[in-house]
């Protein structure tokens, strides 16, 4: 079924602004997001849900005009920790323990290695390092899209300063990475839909690495 859906799925370009998501299923894809794999648990990375009309076409115009933006219902910002901080990590840190029976010697002392790595590195790359946790989320959104039926696109082709600004990220530590729209695509005006998916043959894209016989 999940490979069914991956083939159905493709990077949708319009959509019909007239059918919008059911939050349920909105709901269901953030909570897989919510439930993605990220580097030592941390999470570090936001998604912004944005349905407001005026505040989607704001950020349309910071995107390069992409329809999308505005004729899907609910617009996706996923969103890196600018750096790694004590705070931060130490939140991590107490989340863990209320949910695992408390602080213990090897969780502390696990987290304590990680901050001498971390937090002695420059925040650019400590944000590239979130930031590629963020494109975990976003593969698992993609997926659960697909499998709630729901048409989706990924993006970078936007202007990330003018998304901080319009949705007020720098100040709460959060640099936009990526963005997802969601909506139902339009048959009629969508050149994308219905061509076939083109990708690389298995054996042109997976190398096994095999025990010598």
């Known amino acids: 079924m999940l490979l069914d859906r991956l083939n159905w799925r493709y990077a949708t370009k319009k959509m019909d602004a007239s059918k919008p998501v059911p939050e349920e299923k909105v709901e269901a894809i953030l909570e897989a997001v919510r439930l993605a794999p990220t580097s030592s648990g941390l999470q570090p990375f936001e998604v912004i849900v944005v349905t407001d009309p005026t505040v989607r076409a704001k950020l349309k115009d910071a995107a390069f005009d992409q329809a999308q933006i505005v004729d899907g219902s609910h617009l996706l910002v996923f969103a890196a920790w600018d750096n790694y901080t004590n705070e931060r990590i130490d939140g991590v840190v107490n989340d863990t323990a209320a949910a695992r029976g408390g ?14 790595m971390y937090l002695s590195r420059p ?8 930031a590629r946790q963020a494109y975990i989320g976003l593969g698992i959104a993609l997926t659960a899209a697909a499998f709630e039926e729901v048409d989706s696109t990924p993006m970078e082709g936007f202007e990330a300063d003018k998304f901080d600004e319009i949705l007020g990220l720098r100040e709460r530590g959060l640099r936009s990475v990526a963005i997802m729209p969601l909506g139902y695509r339009d048959p009629e005006g969508d050149w994308l839909n ?3 998916k083109v990708r690389r043959d298995a054996d042109k894209f997976i190398t096994r690495v095999n025990a010598a016989n």
Do not use: C, P, S
């Not at 602080?103 to 001498?116: F, I, N, P, Q, S």
């Open 103 to 116: 602080l213990t010697e090897a969780l502390t002392g696990y987290y304590d290695r990680l901050k001498g």
């Open 123 to 130: 925040a650019d790359v400590n944000f590239d390092h979130a």
């Open 194 to 196: 219905g061509q076939t």
